[in-house]
Every structure is written in structure tokens, then in C-alpha cells.
Nanobody, 115 residues
Framework: QVQLVESGGGLVQTGGSLRLSCATSGIIFSISVMGWYRQAPGKQRELVARIFRSGFINYVDSVKGRFTASRDNAKNTVYLQMNNLKPEDTAVYYC?????????WGQGTQVTVSS
């Protein structure tokens, strides 16, 4: 059974930082491509960062230079370090992966950035 569990969200002021974690189970983590997504109220879910098994990472332009994604294969966990947060970063953040032809999502963690 595939499980993705996000944590680390919260309320922070503009310019602050948060570190999100996504613990996984039920997948071969070391070869899995992992993604961080977010969905703001009234908007479509968007890709924030994609972490390939090689370690290569790509980011949406709006977070480049502020967010850093990483993975720890020993802990089957991915992280999203978010610095210099802005009100427009307010959203529910999800991690996601694909396995066995299915797409799996965590339950999400709320990030709220106050101005």
C-alpha cells in the first residue's frame, strides 16, 4: 500500500521560512520520481518541483532561488525548503509520485503566508 504523508506546513510571515517533509512507504523510493505540488484557493494544482532519481530537480519559475527540494533515499523522504516566502505562496502543498501505473498523492499540508 502506497502512502505519502506530508508535514511541516503552518503560518508564517512574509519573508519567513518553512520546511516541508513527505514520508513515503510502499514504493521503491530510490527509483521514484517525486513531485511537490500546490493548490491555492480557486486555482488549479501546479507543479512546484520535480525530483528525479538522478538527483536532478526542476522548479517552477516562481519559486526558483527561494525553494530547494531534496530527497533522502535512506529515509524514503523528500523535503521542500521554502525561504523568503510570499503571500502568493499560500496554498495546500502536496507530494506525489507514480507507481504501478497509478498516481499517488499525500493528504496535503497547509502553508499560509501573511503579509
Amino acid at each position: 500500500q502506497v502512502q505519502l504523508v506530508e508535514s511541516g506546513g503552518g503560518l508564517v510571515q512574509t519573508g519567513g521560512s518553512l520546511r516541508l517533509s513527505c514520508a513515503t512507504s510502499g514504493i521503491i523510493f530510490s527509483i521514484s520520481v517525486m513531485g511537490w505540488y500546490r493548490q491555492a484557493p480557486g486555482k488549479q494544482r501546479e507543479l512546484v518541483a520535480r525530483i528525479f532519481r538522478s538527483g536532478f530537480i526542476n522548479y517552477v519559475d516562481s519559486v526558483k532561488g527561494r525553494f530547494t527540494a531534496s530527497r533522502d533515499n535512506a529515509k524514503n523522504t523528500v523535503y521542500l525548503q521554502m525561504n523568503n516566502l510570499k503571500p502568493e505562496d499560500t496554498a495546500v502543498y502536496y507530494c506525489s509520485t507514480s507507481a504501478d501505473g497509478n498516481v499517488y498523492w499525500g493528504q496535503g499540508t497547509q502553508v499560509t503566508v501573511s503579509s
